[in-house]
Every structure is written in structure tokens, then in C-alpha cells.
């Protein structure tokens, strides 16, 4: 298995448990979206996973690596994982061009402007290269942090209510372009979301979570 979660325990006190014995796994390039209601704790196994929490017990291993253990915890920056927030984070003083190329500032700058191009070209927006987040639509920004989150090709890539600031029409016109994207890509991707429609029309799986705890599985088929 490409992602492997076995028996997460997590809580922000000892007497307040929010996730409890968690277990799933996946394959690589499949998309899975983690589905409950406020306070279900679907944000903190994002924040597990990228390492921005601490589990109290549970594994997690990710293309091989395991990310933490009983003795084991690699840290947030060494972690090869994409994150797509539900603001998106864009930089407001940077074009596309900079804000996708933010997270392959270290590539040769030849190398940095030709996977900027790819990504651009996997969503295709290459004409609005030049364009400040201002300038663009919600649906385009959502591109764009979508591109930049897939720049550096992680392991995983993690989106965290990925529809929350968009109204309702965009977000049903987006939801198929999004599962086109990630799939084109063949990122391995986990999204959090209260919306069924938003898992459905998206995710290869929904993995339900009810009170801090797994509830059940459903495979998702798709036209």
C-alpha cells in the first residue's frame, strides 16, 4: 500500500480525544475524501499527516517512509507533502508565475520555468502566467494553489475544504476539472469535506468519520 494509517490515536489534552483508533490505506494515485460533519476531526488527520501534529499512538507510512511511529516522527518541512488550503494561500504580491514557482524556489531557473510551464499546462491556464491572484476567479485560484501544491511532486497531496469559499454554481461546475486535474497528475490525494456531493463527484472512496472515529468505507464509481 502506497499510504498506510494504522491505529491513530490523537487528542489536544489527555481528557479531549478527537481521533481514536484510525485505520485506512491506499493505493498509489487513488483519491480518497475523509467525509463528516464539524468537529469530526477530519482537520487534524490532515494536520497528522502533514506533520503538523503529534499522534498520542498509531503509525503512519507514505510511499514507503514511515512518517511517525512509536519511535519514529519525521518533522512538517522534511515530509514530502502537498497542502491545499481552504483560503488557497496565495500570495497576494506574486503573479502565477511566482506563486506556483514558490515551492521549487531552490530548482536551476531553467529547470523552475519549465515545471512551472507543466503545471500550467496541466491546468490549463498558461495565459494567465502574468496575472495576480486579484485578477483571477475563485475557480482559477483554486487552479492555481492546486498547481503550486503539485509543483515539487509530492508524495501525497492534501486538501483541506477545498469548495468552502466557493458558491454554489462554481463549485459544481469545478468539482468534475478538479478530479480531471488530480487525476491527470496521478497525485495519490486526501480531502477533508462535509459536502456527500463534493466526495462523490471527486473522491474513489469516501471514508466517513463520525465522533472522532472511522464509521464506515464507500467506493465511489465514476462515469
Known sequence: ?????????????????????????????EIVAILGSSGSGKSTLLRLLSGLEIPARGKI???????????TFVECEKRHVGMVFQDYALFPHMDVYKNIAFGIRK???????????????????????????????????QR???????????????????????DADLKMRIRHELRTIMKKSGMTSI???????????????????????????????HQ
Open 61 to 71: 507510512e507514505i510511499n514507503e517512509e514511515t512518517l511517525c511511529s512509536a519511535d
Open 191 to 221: 480531502f477533508v469535506t462535509h459536502d456527500y456531493d463534493d466526495a462523490k463527484d471527486i473522491a474513489d472512496r469516501i471514508v466517513y468519520l463520525e465522533n472522532g472515529r472511522i464509521a464506515y468505507e464507500e467506493n465511489v464509481r
Open 107 to 141: 530548482y536551476p531557473k531553467a529547470q523552475k520555468r519549465q515545471r512551472v510551464m507543466e503545471m500550467l499546462d496541466l491546468i490549463n491556464m498558461e495565459e494567465k502566467i502574468h496575472a495576480y491572484p486579484h485578477e483571477l476567479s475563485g475557480g482559477q485560484q
Open 1 to 29: 500500500m502506497y499510504v498506510r494509517i494504522e491505529s491513530i490515536d490523537f487528542g489536544y489534552t489527555k481528557k479531549q480525544t478527537v481521533l481514536k483508533d484510525i485505520s485506512f490505506s491506499m493505493v498509489e494515485g
Open 144 to 166: 492555481i494553489a492546486l498547481a503550486r501544491a503539485l509543483a515539487p511532486s509530492p508524495d501525497i497531496l492534501l486538501l483541506d475544504e477545498p469548495f468552502s469559499n466557493l
